[in-house]
């Protein structure tokens, strides 16, 4: 059986690894800390309802997503991903959501009209919702989903059981 030894190239010259990466390593790594490439994903932090949402509000609501992170550095970024299952509606054809995402209280993100058109009662489809955020803070920041019915019907997620909808937060290296 061939061992691999790491650290050394295909002559048995060893490398140098971390002259090729800019940044500070991780400290598992031998580096001081959080403090990463540009584009690394340096943590996440992930919320997940079951139970089915739903609003017949023409008002933005709450969907219960709340999530507070704190960046290691105010040159980061955060990537925010919501993904809401098996989405549906009460009745009516002319009937849709709204769903967005908020910044302590400014809208960064937002979709306006899905599945206005097209979908009868008991159709399913999912919604996904992503933005890069620039927040220029290493202060804890709150993010949520909020969503709203475009009509006069009712909208909601997890609306087939067992269905589970997550957002998820990433701070990114700048």
């Not at 040159?75 to 709204?98: E, H, P, R, W």
Request: glycine share 10%; with cysteine; aromatic share 8%.
């Amino acid at each position: 059986m061939a061992l691999t030894r790491l650290n050394t190239n295909a002559y048995g010259t060893s490398l140098n690894l971390a002259s090729n990466v800019t940044g500070t390593l991780p400290a598992a790594n031998g580096g001081s800390g959080r403090t990463a490439v540009t584009g690394n994903v340096l943590q996440v932090q992930q919320q997940v309802i079951t139970a089915t949402t739903s609003t017949s509000s023409t008002s933005f609501t709450d969907t219960g997503f709340s999530i507070a992170i704190t960046p290691s550095s105010s040159s980061n970024k955060i990537l925010c991903v919501v993904n809401l299952q098996s989405v549906a509606k009460d009745s009516g054809i002319n009937s849709g959501m709204s769903v967005r995402i908020v910044r302590t209280s400014t809208d960064i993100g937002k979709t306006t009209n899905h599945m206005y058109e097209g979908w009868t009662v008991g159709g399913y489809t999912t919604l996904s919702l992503v933005y890069l955020d620039s927040p220029s803070t290493t202060s804890a920041t709150t993010y949520k989903a909020t969503f709203k019915n475009r009509e006069s019907n009712g909208v909601m997620f997890n609306a087939y059981s067992g269905d589970t909808s997550t957002f998820t937060l990433y701070e990114v290296a700048g």
